[in-house]
């Protein structure tokens, strides 16, 4: 069983920055960030395997940045140059799946994260 909590979330004016954090009690290989603003699906916003391998979605890239912290089981993301379409609630989770026996952390596949935090809300207006 992995727990996840939340943290860091808040209101900013756009072009500000948020860092969230993620305590975690034990990572499962691949851990990630997703959002979900109001009315649309749960997307993934960045993920980080065991390797330090990251993978961004598009939309953030160069924006967000995902770092972890062993010794204190703690995930962060750094957001700078906030946008208000980044506005939502912003869960961390830890899953991942084997294809053809290579490990995959891909947050585009959400369905294959099985725990969640509660989420923090993040909310930049323009």
């Known amino acids: 069983q992995v727990q996840l909590e939340e943290s860091g979330g808040g209101s900013v004016e756009s072009g500000g920055s948020l860092r969230l954090s993620c305590q975690f009690t034990?990572?499962?290989?691949?851990l990630a960030w997703f959002r979900q603003a109001p009315g649309k699906q749960r997307e993934g916003v960045v993920g980080i395997d065991s390797d330090g391998t990251t993978t961004y979605t598009d939309t953030v890239k160069g924006r967000f940045t995902i770092s972890q912290d062993d010794v204190k089981n703690t995930l962060f993301l750094q957001m700078n140059n906030l946008k208000p379409e980044d506005t939502g609630i912003y869960y961390c989770?830890?899953?991942?799946?084997?294809?053809?026996?290579?490990?995959?952390?891909?947050?585009?596949?959400?369905?294959?994260?099985?725990?969640w935090g509660q989420g923090t809300q993040v909310t930049v207006s323009s």
């Open positions: 034990r990572s499962r290989y691949c």
């Open positions: 989770a830890s899953g991942g799946f084997y294809s053809d026996g290579v490990f995959q952390c891909r947050p585009d596949r959400p369905e294959h994260f099985g725990y």
